[in-house]
C-alpha cells in the first residue's frame, strides 16, 4: 500500500525558513517522479515542485523559484520541501504527490499528474 | 499558463440523478504525436487530499466506481457522474498536464439537492 507522510509544518513569520519531509512506503521511491503541491484555505490546487525519480532534474513553479529547494533522500525513501524567506501569500496546505510515471519531464518542464497524495501538512505564514 | 475554467462552480443533484462537470482549457491539451489528452481529473472530499479519477481524460484510476466517467479532446472535457451517490459530496478538480506549469481548475463543488 502506498503511503505518503508529510511533517514539518506549522506557523512561521514572514521571511522566516520551514523545511518539509514526506516520507514515502509501498512503492519503488526512486522510479517515481515526486511532487509538492498546496492550497490554500479554501482554495484551489497549486502544483509548487516537482523532483526527478533520481533527483537530478528540479522544477519549480515561478512563485517559489528561488525561494524553494526540493530534494530527495533515496535511502531514507523521503522527500522534502526547504521554504526560504516564507510570504504570507505561502499560507496553505502542503501535500505531498507521487506521479506513477518514472518520466514526464523534459528540458523545458515538467508534465505531470498524480496518482497518490498525502494527508498534508499546514504552513501558516504570519506575524 | 494554460488556463483551466470548470463550469459551473457548483451544482445541486438529486440521489440517483447525473451531474455533469465541465472544464476547458485556454489552449490545447492534445498532443498530436501520441493522440494523448494530458487532462487528469481529481475528487477532494472535505478534509482528505484530492484522489486521482482520470488521467488521460478518460482512463478511469484503478477502483473508481463505473458511474463516473470522463470525456472530451483538445480545449473541452466534461467529467459525469451517472447516478449521484450520497459519498460523491466532493470538490472535483481538472488539471492539465500538457505543459508546464502543470494548472488547475477552480474545482467544482457537487452537491446533493
Known amino acids: 500500500e502506498v503511503q505518503l507522510l508529510e511533517s514539518g509544518g506549522g506557523l512561521v513569520q514572514p521571511g522566516g525558513s520551514l523545511r518539509l519531509s514526506c516520507a514515502a512506503s509501498?512503492?519503488?521511491?526512486?522510479?517515481?517522479?515526486m511532487n509538492w503541491v498546496r492550497q490554500a484555505p479554501g482554495k484551489g490546487l497549486e502544483w509548487v515542485s516537482a523532483?526527478?525519480?533520481?533527483?537530478?532534474?528540479?522544477f519549480y513553479a515561478d512563485s517559489v523559484k528561488g525561494r524553494f529547494t526540493i530534494s530527495r533522500d533515496t535511502s531514507k525513501n523521503t522527500l522534502y520541501l526547504q521554504m526560504n524567506s516564507l510570504r504570507a501569500e505561502d499560507t496553505a496546505m502542503y501535500y505531498c504527490?507521487?506521479?506513477?510515471?518514472?518520466?514526464?519531464?523534459?528540458?523545458?518542464?515538467?508534465?505531470?499528474?498524480?496518482?497518490?497524495w498525502g494527508q498534508g501538512t499546514l504552513v501558516t505564514v504570519s506575524s | 499558463d494554460i488556463v483551466m475554467t470548470q463550469s459551473p462552480d457548483s451544482l445541486a443533484v438529486s440521489l440517483g440523478e447525473r451531474a455533469t462537470i465541465n472544464c476547458r482549457s485556454s489552449?490545447?491539451?492534445?498532443?498530436?504525436?501520441?493522440?494523448?489528452?494530458?487532462l487528469a481529473w481529481y475528487q477532494q472530499k472535505p478534509g482528505q487530499p484530492p484522489k486521482l479519477l482520470f488521467y488521460?481524460?478518460?482512463t478511469r484510476e484503478s477502483g473508481v466506481p463505473d458511474r463516473f466517467s470522463g470525456s472530451g479532446s483538445g480545449t473541452d472535457f466534461t467529467l459525469t457522474i451517472s447516478r449521484l451517490q450520497a459519498e460523491d459530496v466532493a470538490v472535483y478538480y481538472c488539471?492539465?498536464?500538457?505543459?508546464?506549469?502543470?494548472?488547475f481548475g477552480q474545482g467544482t463543488r457537487v452537491e446533493i439537492k
Open positions: 488539471q492539465q498536464y500538457y505543459a508546464t506549469p502543470g494548472t
Open positions: 523532483i526527478s525519480g533520481s533527483g537530478g532534474s528540479t
Open positions: 509501498g512503492f519503488a521511491f526512486s522510479s517515481s517522479a
Open positions: 489552449q490545447s491539451v492534445l498532443y498530436s504525436s501520441n493522440n494523448k489528452n494530458y
Open positions: 488521460w481524460a478518460s
Open positions: 504527490a507521487k506521479d506513477p510515471r518514472s518520466g514526464g519531464y523534459d528540458s523545458r518542464g515538467y508534465y505531470g499528474y498524480f496518482d497518490y
